[in-house]
């Protein structure tokens, strides 16, 4: 008797390449703008909860660098000379947005809002100074909003351009 097929090994071996292939393979796609563009956001308000919590802990003061316009948003630490250094945790060193998601606009009460040029939002022990709402974009023209709020770190994100969130 000659039969032809596969045997219950033979599937599962291939079954376990084509899984091991689609681990390795499927975090290597490009991801879509959207999903850069939510990253991007809840990476910004992380790293704002997170920066506001090592201010408090460690009695340090943290500047987050924003360029309106632009895609730079980074963190710096106050030295002890009065000038800004790198921050000594890793986690505040990590890059926040993504390539192509953009700064659109931060709209401060005090200041109103801000389109160009460069930014520093203060983290002091107290949290951030003053209220930030930060608009931020894709190339498509999504947009997500991070509202970060006064002493007590705060921070909520919204899907969409928000322009007076609570």
């Known amino acids: 008797m000659n039969r032809h097929g596969f045997t219950l090994i033979e599937i599962a071996v291939v ?9 390795i393979v499927i975090p290597r796609l490009p991801s879509s703008e959207s999903e850069d563009l939510k990253s991007s956001a809840r990476t910004l308000a992380a790293t704002l909860r997170y920066a506001q919590e090592r201010a408090a802990t460690n009695r340090t003061i943290y ?4 360029e309106p316009g632009g895609n730079s948003a980074t963190m710096t630490e106050a030295a002890g000379d009065g000038s800004e250094k790198k921050p000594s945790d890793p986690l505040l ?23 160009d040029g460069q930014l520093r939002l203060d983290i002091g022990p107290g949290g951030l100074r003053e209220l930030a709402v930060i608009h931020l974009r894709s ?5 997500w909003t991070v509202t970060a709020f006064p002493s007590g770190g705060k921070v909520k994100l919204y899907e969409g351009y928000e322009e007076n969130p609570q």
Do not use: F
């Open 15 to 23: 079954i376990a390449i084509i899984g091991m292939v689609m681990a």
């Open 63 to 66: 500047y987050l660098k924003l």
């Open 139 to 143: 190339p498509g023209g999504q947009q």
């Open 93 to 115: 060193q990590k890059r926040i947005l993504r390539e192509r998601i953009v700064v659109s606009d931060v709209r401060i009460p005090r200041l109103g809002t801000i389109n």
